[in-house]
């Protein structure tokens, strides 16, 4: 059973419409009390929702032929026969995620609880152009479903990150400025000949916010996810949800300018961004001019980590321009934690320290009173977690598991 049709409208018109029409009783909203994968008995679902044990029993049923609910047992008996329980399986589909950076991409087949069955990361450049690119994601793809041992047919949805601006409802990128061929791409269509399930695009510091804030910190509501590499950027998540702004451009730090910092030419046409002034390739620069050749993000990292201290002082230094810009993010949106990730990132504490150092000092102290500033904790896969969790997010959905049960209430 297909999970949902080939995608024919952009993703977000189904969404908005047809949020208002799904109604409580429906098999979709029923599902979403079992979304955690906790066993639970008729009863106990009839119980929480008020609607009738015939409801409910016919409900389940649906649910059980999608494959998505599964038996999980019996539940502990007063006497007489044990009442059954069930619970969300998240193993009955699987997606494919995929976190495509400038100069190398990450692909991963997950299932729908954002558990990575199996991935392969590969050098590829975002430069050669959307058909080469997309095309080798396919090859992959296909072959780490072939290693986990699952059909195409399994697959529910594929999540996709790019290193520049999406807009998310039509998948298209926006005028990348390092990605030449993309711009206004059909990335879903493209990736759409070879799985026909929701093909869902974002920018990838989206996604990574998406994939830390699932991983490691669901509980937190207000997180801010920064990348650090080449490029700075970051996802914002508010009350619990991705803020991706009017045109999808939300938190592209990257090109503010750095208060009272150095009028260094940006790639964008301004003078003194962020990135400019303290994203990889410019303490690449500023260590060139003491003598120093970086030639990468890795090697910058591994000079830190071999204790060289013009590295050290230059990435500390980086840190506290990150941290003027992030001082002013804390006081507009008032983040619980801020994780720290991306290429540069991985210098570890000298970063951080030069970070906290202006953001505990230029914010104000109600918005720094609880804030923590950490490193991002999953271990570079923050970018596919997040692209599952955007596909299960969505074909798990109320809408989307009442057009799978065939039933338009
Ligand atoms: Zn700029």
């Known amino acids: 059973m297909a999970l949902a049709a080939p995608r024919t409208a952009p993703l977000s018109s189904p969404d908005q419409a047809g949020r208002a029409a799904v109604r409580p009783n429906s098999a979709g909203s029923l599902f979403q009390l079992l979304r955690d994968g906790q066993p639970r008995t008729r009863a106990d679902l009839a119980a929480t929702t008020g609607l009738a044990r015939s409801t409910v029993a016919a409900r389940i049923e649906d649910l059980l032929a999608t494959g998505l609910l599964a038996p999980t047992g019996e539940a502990a008996s007063t006497g007489g026969r044990p009442p059954a329980t069930f619970a969300f399986n998240p193993r009955a589909r699987v997606v494919v995620a995929v976190d495509l950076g400038v100069s190398h991409a990450r692909v991963a087949v997950t299932d729908l609880g954002g558990h ?13 152009g959307p058909e080469p ?19 195409e047919s399994d697959v529910a949805g594929m999540g996709v990150g790019l290193p520049g601006p999406v807009e998310h409802a039509s998948g298209r990128p926006t005028s990348p400025p390092i990605m030449p061929g993309w711009d206004g791409f059909d990335v879903p269509a493209r990736l759409g000949e070879a799985f026909p399930v929701p093909i869902l695009v974002d920018n990838d510091v989206n996604i990574m916010a998406l994939g830390e804030h699932e991983a490691v910190w669901p509980d937190v509501d207000d997180l801010l996810f ?25 938190g592209d730090l990257g090109h503010i300018a750095v208060p009272g910092g150095a009028q260094a030419p940006c790639r964008c046409g301004n003078l003194g961004c962020l990135e400019a002034v303290a994203g990889g390739p410019a303490v690449a620069a500023a260590l060139r001019e003491q003598g120093l050749e970086v030639p990468s993000n890795a090697a910058l990292v591994d000079l830190i980590r071999s204790g060289n201290l013009e590295a050290t002082l230059a990435v500390r230094q980086a840190g506290r321009e ?6 002013t993010c804390v006081n507009l949106l008032n983040p619980s934690v801020i994780v720290i990730g991306g290429a540069v990132a991985a ?11 202006v953001v505990y000092t230029r914010s104000l102290p109600l918005a720094t009173q609880h804030l923590r500033i950490v490193a991002s904790r999953t271990a570079g896969r923050a970018g596919v977690l997040g692209a599952a969790a955007m596909v299960a997010q969505h074909v798990l959905s109320p809408e989307q598991i009442n057009a799978l049960v065939g039933s338009a209430d």
């Open 133 to 151: 690119v997309l095309d080798r994601v396919v090859e992959v793809a296909r072959a780490l479903l072939r290693e986990v041992g699952r059909p």
């Open 116 to 128: 990575v069955l199996a991935e392969d990361t590969l050098d590829l450049a975002i430069a050669d």
């Open 226 to 250: 920064v990348k650090i590499a080449t490029g700075i950027g970051a996802g914002i998540i508010s009350d619990g949800t991705l803020q991706r702004g009017a045109q999808g451009a939300a």
């Open 322 to 327: 990150i941290g003027a810009v992030l001082a």
């Open 347 to 357: 210098a570890g504490e000298h970063l951080l320290a030069g970070i906290r150092e």
